[in-house]
């Protein structure tokens, strides 16, 4: 039985290469690939996959929502996130919502086909990096840290109301990892608005 796989990322590039790398697989088979969360899961209404392959850092909905959307309306599909970011506060937030695969961009595409693999016999697999990282994370833990250092530069510059081309500028990364940490932050204040996050990192020393 050939395994139905599902691609998400908004880089074409990228994704042709991966769809071109899997279809050449004996038992994988690429149904589909989408540049956006709303565009899978308007595929995923009318549509059985076995396995979603998606990148984290999407525009609009991002990788985590997809996420929580896919386990809650179709929880035996199978996830495994193609990610950039390998930060454990992010690593750990996406493994607590249940996905079976976590592989970086710079992995190898020997360990995308050994993820799809191992996540298809039941499985969970975690690249070289990422398993280290977890475990290094175990006797150098992070809890008590709410922002990581670069989630810190990044609100003192929203703080200081930076626009995210300006504040990508200023820390020489993309907008759109600008646009990813700003999610993170509010997610993990659990504020919705801006006054609302200033006032919590003022009450709690974030800034």
């Known amino acids: 039985m050939r395994m139905k796989i599902l691609l998400v990322d908004d880089h074409i590039i990228l994704m042709d290469g991966i769809k071109s ?3 050449g697989v004996e038992g994988f088979e690429v149904v589909a690939a989408k540049n956006t969360a709303e565009e899978a ?3 995923l209404k ?3 996959i076995d396995i979603l392959v998606s ?3 999407l525009p ?3 990788g985590l929502d997809l996420v929580k959307t896919v386990k809650r309306i179709l929880p035996q599909t199978k996830i495994i996130i193609l990610s950039q970011h390998d930060e454990v506060h992010l ?3 996406i493994l607590k919502e249940g996905v079976q695969g976590y592989i970086l961009k710079k992995d190898t595409h020997r360990e995308l086909v050994s993820a799809i693999t191992q996540v298809s016999r039941g499985k969970i697999f975690m690249s070289n990096e990422i398993n ?4 290094e994370s175990l006797n150098f833990p992070e809890e008590h840290k709410l922002l990581t250092d670069r989630e810190r530069e990044i609100l003192k510059l929203i703080a200081k109301e930076y626009t995210n081309k300006m504040i990508a500028e200023a820390l020489f990364i993309s907008e759109r990892t600008v646009e990813t940490h700003r999610k993170n932050i509010f997610r993990k204040t659990k504020t919705n608005s801006l006054v609302g996050l200033i006032k919590f990192s003022y009450a709690n020393n974030l800034i």
């Open 41 to 43: 899961l308007e595929y």
């Open 21 to 23: 790398l899997l279809d």
């Open 132 to 135: 280290q990282m977890l475990v």
């Open 55 to 57: 990148d984290y850092n």
């Open 91 to 93: 690593v750990k937030e």
């Open 60 to 62: 609009g909905m991002d």
């Open 46 to 48: 009318n549509h059985e």
